[in-house]
Structures are given as C-alpha cells and as structure tokens.
C-alpha cells in the first residue's frame, strides 16, 4: 500500500460524504480483483501494484466528488472499465484509488430517429447490442475482447475496431461524452455543440484530445453513440493461404473491390498463429493441412 493505515481512515472518511459504503472496497481481493489485466504485465508483480483502494460511483456526480477528493488529498487515480487493455493502462502504478465504472451501465437515452444512444461508460458492447439488436440497430465497435469491453475503455484508448474499415473506430462512433478532470471539474465534448451532432465549426474539437489518453487526463462518464442499421446476417470466414504476400494480395482486391458488405479483415501470420495457440482462450482450431 502506498497510503498509510491512518491516511487510508481520512481517505474513505472523505469519500463517505459522495459515495455508500457499499461504494468503497478496501479488502485485498477486492483490490486484487481490480488489479489484473490480460497482458503483457506479468502475473507475479500484481502484488507490486495494488489499490489503497477501489470505488463503484453510479453517476457523473458520484465520479467528479471521488476525483475531487483525490485532488485535495493528493491521492493517485486510476479509471477502470474493463481491464482488457494491453498497454497496462488499467494498472495502478502508484497505488491510490481505482474508480471502477463498472455500475455506470444504464442505457440513458435511445433515440430512434437520429439512430443515436445515450450511455454510462460502464456498459459492454455485448450487452448494449443486445438492447439495440430488438430495433434493428447496432453499435459497430468490434474489439477482440468484444464481450467484456466496456465504452469507456474504448474512450480512454480510442479503440480499433475489428470491422472500422467499413463503419469507422471509436473514435468516429463516439459523438460525445462527458470528462471528469482531474480537478473533479466535468466538461462536455463532441464533434459539435450538442450531444448527436456529427460536425460543426463552432471551434476547437476536444474530443480527440481526450481520447485515448489511457486514463491519464480524466473519466469519461457518459457518452452518445452513432448506431447503424443491423447486417440481416454476418459471417466470419477463415481462409488459409500459402504464404503472407498471397494473403494480403486478396484482402487489397477484396478492400478494392467496392464489396458493400465487406467490413474488415485481420490477418495473421504463421507466428501470430503460434502466438495465439500458446493461449487457452484464443485458441484457433487448425486444420491438419494448413501449415502455421
């Protein structure tokens, strides 16, 4: 821990004033739990990098009075949503307070007309999709860890998109959202004045500036989305090729080909491959005759 015993008592009596106790997790697993992500930081230093503490806010109010605390306490902060990042974004280096959005998951606003939904950061693809799926709609923000990744993470990475080439990254999806600074201030950005407007010239875009920043310039709280029409079907192909110059020979003719259905492709070389088998939970079936 990086906050002493009787530092810690200041911090959670502080933040009894914002959140329920059931809001404020001090014990080891609930720490431990919170400090895990897939990779590349290593299993066995996870001890080396624990919370003091994590918190569970439920709204943008809730997160501003923790960041605001923080602040005047001097205390790190670390935003988590789904801690399926690579680049250790997600770990808390220096200790402090984990802000957990996990409960910041309510469907805000869904509107039909303007093919636009209102979100907390907490919510997954997964289960967002299955909302908007019952209105022939969806949100095309495909990650590899689809299932479990949450808007918010994708705001603070500006996430790529498995299928961006034909509906655009996070970072053309997200319209706006609303920022915690560090400071507890909150501030609204998007593309234009407003929170489903697409372009605007009114001044300096903000958005992009806080996207992707790894948690290290705020929290993105609540955000609106560009939806799409939802595929009448979708297919996933694997094809094998004798070599890479083959393989991306055909995904440049099939990109140029003007294929309307064409979302994306990935490819992968024999080490991706291997890399990919060493792993239980991406484990790719191969065939016997294709060599990799």
Same mark, same amino acid.
């Given at each position: 821990?990086?906050?002493?015993?009787?530092?810690?008592?200041?911090?959670?009596?502080?933040?009894?004033?914002?959140?329920?106790?059931?809001?404020?997790?001090?014990?080891?697993?609930?720490?431990?739990?919170?400090?895990?992500?897939?990779?590349?930081?290593?299993?066995?230093?996870?001890?080396?990098?624990?919370?003091?503490?994590?918190?569970?806010?439920?709204?943008?109010? #809730?997160?501003?009075?923790?960041?605001?605390?923080?602040?005047?306490?001097?205390? +790190? =902060?670390?935003?988590?949503?789904?801690? &399926?990042?690579? &680049?250790?974004?997600?770990?808390?280096?220096?200790?402090?307070?984990? =802000?957990?959005?996990?409960?910041?998951?309510?469907?805000?606003?869904?509107?039909?007309?303007?093919?636009?939904?209102?979100?907390?950061?907490?919510?997954?693809?997964? !289960?967002?999709?299955? %909302?908007?799926?019952?209105?022939?709609?969806?949100?095309?923000?495909?990650?590899?860890?689809?299932?479990?990744?949450? %808007?918010?993470?994708? @705001?603070?990475?500006?996430?790529?998109?498995?299928?961006?080439?034909?509906?655009?990254?996070?970072?053309?999806?997200?319209?706006?959202?609303?920022?915690?600074?560090?400071?507890?201030?909150?501030?609204?950005? /998007?593309?234009?004045?407003?929170?489903?407007?697409?372009?605007?010239?009114?001044?300096?875009?903000?958005?992009? $500036?806080?996207?992707?920043?790894?948690?290290? $310039?705020?929290?993105?709280?609540?955000?609106?989305? !560009?939806?799409?029409? !939802?595929?009448?079907? #979708?297919?996933? +192909?694997?094809?094998?090729?004798?070599?890479?110059?083959?393989?991306?020979?055909?995904?440049?003719?099939?990109?140029?080909?003007?294929?309307?259905?064409?979302? /994306?492709?990935?490819?992968?070389?024999?080490?991706?491959?291997?890399?990919?088998?060493?792993?239980?939970?991406?484990? @790719?079936?191969?065939?016997?005759?294709?060599?990799?």
């Amino acid at each position: 821990m990086t906050i002493t015993v009787g530092r810690l008592d200041e911090v959670v009596t502080a933040l009894r004033t914002v959140l329920r106790d059931e809001q404020i997790l001090t014990s080891k697993t609930d720490r431990f739990n919170r400090a895990r992500v897939p990779a590349p930081f290593p299993v066995h230093r996870w001890s080396e990098r624990l919370p003091d503490l994590a918190v569970l806010p439920t709204s943008t109010e #809730e997160v501003a009075g923790v960041v605001r605390i923080a602040h005047d306490l001097r205390i +790190p =902060v670390v935003p988590r949503d789904g801690g &399926t990042g690579l &680049t250790d974004g997600a770990v808390p280096l220096r200790g402090g307070i984990v =802000v957990d959005v996990k409960r910041m998951n309510q469907i805000k606003e869904l509107d039909l007309e303007n093919r636009t939904v209102t979100v907390g950061t907490g919510i997954s693809m997964l !289960k967002l999709n299955e %909302v908007l799926g019952q209105h022939g709609l969806f949100y095309p923000d495909d990650p590899a860890s689809y299932p479990c990744s949450l %808007v918010g993470g994708r @705001i603070g990475t500006s996430g790529w998109s498995l299928i961006g080439s034909r509906y655009g990254h996070t970072r053309d999806l997200v319209l706006s959202f609303d920022f915690v600074l560090p400071t507890g201030e909150v501030m609204h950005v /998007g593309d234009g004045i407003g929170r489903k407007i697409s372009k605007s010239s009114s001044g300096f875009q903000l958005k992009h $500036l806080l996207m992707g920043h790894q948690g290290t $310039l705020g929290i993105a709280t609540e955000a609106t989305l !560009k939806l799409y029409p !939802k595929p009448e079907a #979708e297919l996933s +192909p694997f094809w094998s090729f004798d070599n890479y110059d083959d393989a991306y020979r055909c995904v440049g003719a099939l990109a140029r080909a003007g294929v309307s259905t064409f979302a /994306g492709a990935v490819l992968f070389d024999e080490h991706k491959v291997a890399y990919l088998r060493r792993d239980d939970e991406a484990y @790719i079936p191969q065939p016997g005759d294709v060599r990799a």
